[in-house]
């Protein structure tokens, strides 16, 4: 069983400071069921491969695991664990990759956050519940997937397909998120831990998925596997990655809520929606369908849909939203087909929890795959944060946002999306206007330009 990752842009040596392994060394480890070596087959200023290798004792293997085990009385002898990507790879990559693995680099820390260009392969991976399920896992975080199943046998292919695969994984991403997406996803897709599952796993689980599992739209699958169905655990681990939309945030409401700012917001998107002459709108990260109740009261719009990561979210936006609306379960950083053949679509204080090495998918999705006619987007002013009582300087409005724009940032960041796509952009104030500062949101509404 083998992992390799691949750099491809000048100089690719740069891989072995982030990998902390020598390209001109093969070095071996030794771990609890056998060893795992690292060795570069090609390095070059132009593309550099690093190749992790397991090979797991069968005789460690079988005293390991003591009562452990299936029914089946040969199962400690015949089983696909020295072979597949499972819990044993996951603890080697986590052990030989340990420093990478938490973004640290002593010789060359400018790299660690640095997304490159990277390719990686996964020899063998088990995929019972079907290569739909694997793009499922990893489409969302950025990659391109090619999964390839492979033959039970390559001598005799009328015995058709095995439940494995070949993954490979290709994008420019930062190498610690690689490992971690890896470290989290191989247990989750094997689902044969093969060492005790307690609370220490929930604290692992947290650790290393912070950064992109929140917002995962298979997050409450990934959780409950990876902690091998403990109800508790898993409970416990999405209670800590608790949606915006589920969440009491006290800071944002008690600022907010004099102005009556959300009602002037949402009433501010759907006049808007209305002026542009939409009549199918999608809303990106509806949360619990306020929007969509205002826009489902007016016969104008013919077809209305929402998104959202969070399920309870979307289970309050069913009871309290029309049958006719379409609601959809998913990730603003994944290709949907659900999503097609809407004129309009909001993303209404959204943004602003996704990380911004991420709005790039989010851009593509949006400008690059759906098309729309109207994009209208709000986020908050940084600049009126000022003028609400009780907020510290620097501080933002909700401990989940990851950045709050001043209006020129916000301008900085939608005139290009507007140039490489074919639309003009208009920014409005929304809320209180104060002239020094403008108003509490901003919304820049994007129209395609037609020749």
Known sequence: MYLSITYKEKPATDLGYLLHKHPERVQTFSLSYGEAHVFYPEVSEERATAVLLMELDPVLLVRGRGQQGSAFTLDQYVNDRPYVA????????????SSALAGRSKERSELVDKAVPLEATLSLLPARGGSERIERLFSPLGYEVEVNPLPLDESYP???????????????VRLKDLLSHLYVLIPAIDHEKHYWVGEDEVEKLLRHGEEWLPHHPEREWITTRYLKYQRKLAQKALAEWAEPAELTDSREEQAEKPLRLNDIRLQTVAQMLRQVGATRVLDLGCGEGKLLRILSQDRRFEKLAGMDVSMQALQIARERLPEQVELFQGSLLYRDGRL?????????????????????????????????????????NREYNARFQGMAEGQMRHHDHRFEWTRAQFAAWAEPIAKRHGYSVQFHPVGPFDPNVGAPTQMAVFQRQTD
């Open 86 to 97: 499972s819990s044993f790879f996951s603890v080697a990559l986590g052990q030989v990759y």
């Open 158 to 172: 009328e015995w058709g397909l095995s439940p494995y695969v070949r993954l490979t994984l290709r994008g420019r």
């Open 340 to 380: 097609r053949g809407y004129e309009a679509v909001s993303l209404v204080e959204v943004i602003e929890h996704i990380a911004p090495e991420r709005l790039p998918q989010l851009e593509q999705l949006v400008f690059g795959e759906l098309e729309p006619d109207t994009v209208i987007v709000t986020t908050p």
